[in-house]
């Protein structure tokens, strides 16, 4: 098994989760914490697939000043990525009275086309299926990429664009692997990859 650290140069197992819920009762739990809880950032795990998170959770958060945490875990209880959002950035009205699943794939129907693109074939990928458009606020997505990259390791996140077939750099920079995982800030949902390919590879002025 590849060891677990943060030290450079190295692979890091993921996080193990010590309390995961049933996602039927997520909504439930975090709504609960809100109200309970003197901590200022509420958090739920759930195994599988992210719960439906709907505005009203959002509202909560806002009354509560609480900020919102949602992670999924996979059948071992290892963390593979989480979703946080800020209650001071959010605006439900985003979503356009729509429930969000924010459940993440590392596979994508577009990979044969970004592929063929981008000419790269050791991308890690982000598509979100149930949910497209803008999101209520900024959210820091925490995503394990520990199994494909190791500690110290630059990456960067690309957008693929499917009017223009254009790949984008996400946040103007590269990402630092640490203890396995990587975290950047996503303000809609659509499909994203994660490569060590630097933006000028595809032509991208940074």
Not at 35 to 42: A, D, E, F, G
Request: glycine letters at 8%; charged letters at 25%.
């Amino acid at each position: 098994a590849d060891k677990i650290t943060s030290d450079s140069g190295v692979k890091s197992a993921p996080s193990k989760i010590t309390s995961v819920e049933k996602k039927a009762d997520a909504i439930s739990v975090l709504e609960n914490k809100m109200t309970t809880t003197s901590l200022p950032r509420v958090e739920v795990i759930t195994q599988g697939s992210a719960p439906e998170m709907n505005a009203g959770v959002f509202e909560s958060a806002k009354k509560n000043n609480k900020d919102i945490t949602f992670g999924v875990a996979d059948e071992n209880d290892n963390l593979l990525y989480s979703w946080t959002f800020q209650y001071d950035n959010l605006d439900t009205s985003k979503m356009n009275g729509k429930t969000m699943d924010l459940s993440i794939s590392f596979a994508s129907e577009k990979k044969k086309e970004i592929e063929e693109l981008t000419g790269q074939t050791n991308g890690v990928y982000i598509s979100i299926a149930g949910y497209h458009g803008e999101l209520p606020g900024p959210a820091t997505v925490k995503t394990y990429v520990g199994d494909q990259y190791k500690n110290g390791d630059t990456v960067y996140l690309y957008y693929y664009n499917e009017e223009t077939k254009k790949v984008e750099l996400i946040g103007g920079k590269g990402l630092v692997v640490n203890g396995g995982y990587v975290e950047y800030t996503l303000t809609h949902c659509s499909t994203y990859f994660i490569t060590t390919n630097t933006p000028d590879s595809y032509g991208i002025d940074t």
